[in-house]
């Protein structure tokens, strides 16, 4: 298969490139490589290598910033995304993108369903829905997998942030009540890589299994960083309410998702967010 990857330098992006399968010829672009943004040049770059497949993993995904910043994040959720299933019709391709559980608002308090109606609160949100849109009206066929809390060893992410934060201060203070599943970037890519295998189609929810609050996650990171020595002191973390740390985007207060249907087409589902943690950090310690 000849498959296009966008965003390749995020984390995500790393992460689809040490992972991809054999027989797959791969072509990675970075962001300045291929600004999604700009239609003439997405047109240019995807007829000239006429994939099979674009895996479009370049997003804007500054949540806070977005809410100044709504017509850049709408020009890279938004119309990027139409950029690419234009040219992608062109040439015939499928899409596989890969969307947010912001896109829902956190008030169902029970894991969301691929087909739950969308409802998100912020321009983040706004944006990345608004792609998957305009996605499926270019191209019917396309598969968007959601996800959410992703973190990897590459790039900047909440578990590398409570690693510096927690080696730099005695004490820090974590939202627990925001509610959602933690999600290694190298799961998710393998699972990107087997509905491309697959060829499926349709809108997914893929995370790790279990959930969290973030306050749960900083203090799995924090025992787990210890275990293996990335850490050499116990910091004290202190739960806070959302209306404690009040940040300029509404996040959803529960934004678990249900991945019963992927699981079941795959036949395998993912680890417990924990395990998943655990591999990473021993992961970073060796980097």
């Known amino acids: 298969m000849k498959i296009l990857i966008t965003g ?23 962001s300045a490589e291929l600004d999604i943004t700009n239609g003439g040049l997405v047109d240019e770059v995807v007829s000239r290598l006429s994939p099979e497949i674009i895996i479009n993993a370049a997003a804007y995904t500054a949540v806070d910033k977005a809410e100044n910043e709504a017509e850049r994040a709408m020009a890279v ?20 993108h890969v969307s947010t559980d912001f896109v829902f608002d956190g008030c169902h308090y029970r894991p969301y369903l691929p087909e739950d109606t969308p409802h998100p609160t912020g321009i983040y949100g706004e944006s990345k829905l608004a792609g ?16 959410a809390w992703v973190y990897s060893a590459h790039g900047n992410n909440f578990v590398k942030t409570m690693l510096r934060l927690m080696a730099e201060r005695d004490e820090l203070g974590v939202v627990a009540d925001q509610i959602g599943s933690p999600t290694w970037a190298a799961g998710l890519a393998q ?7 697959e060829k499926l189609t349709g809108i997914y929810h893929w995370t790790d299994a279990g959930v969290a609050s973030w306050y749960d996650f900083a203090c799995a990171i924090q025992e787990e960083a210890l275990r293996l ?14 209306e404690d740390y009040p940040t300029l985007a509404r996040r959803p ?15 395998v589902a993912a680890p417990h967010w924990r395990l998943n943690l655990k591999k990473m950090l021993a992961e970073l310690k060796n980097v």
């Not at 234009?86 to 040439?91: K, N, P, S």
Request: proline share 4%; charged share 25%; glycine share 10%.
């Open 229 to 242: 020595g990335i850490l050499r002191r116990e910091a004290v973390i202190r739960p806070l309410r959302s």
């Open 132 to 147: 998957e849109r305009m996605l499926l009206e270019k191209c019917p066929d396309a598969a968007i997998i959601r996800t």
């Open 77 to 96: 959720n938004r119309d990027g995304v139409a950029h690419l299933a234009a040219a992608a019709g062109a040439v015939g391709a499928g899409v596989i």
């Open 253 to 267: 207060p529960y934004s678990v998702l249900d991945k019963t249907i992927l699981w079941e087409k795959f036949g």
């Open 191 to 197: 699972a990107l890589w087997q509905l491309a295998a």
């Open 8 to 30: 390749a330098d995020g984390q995500l992006g790393w992460e689809l490139r040490r992972v991809v399968p054999g027989g797959v010829e791969l072509t990675t672009c970075n």
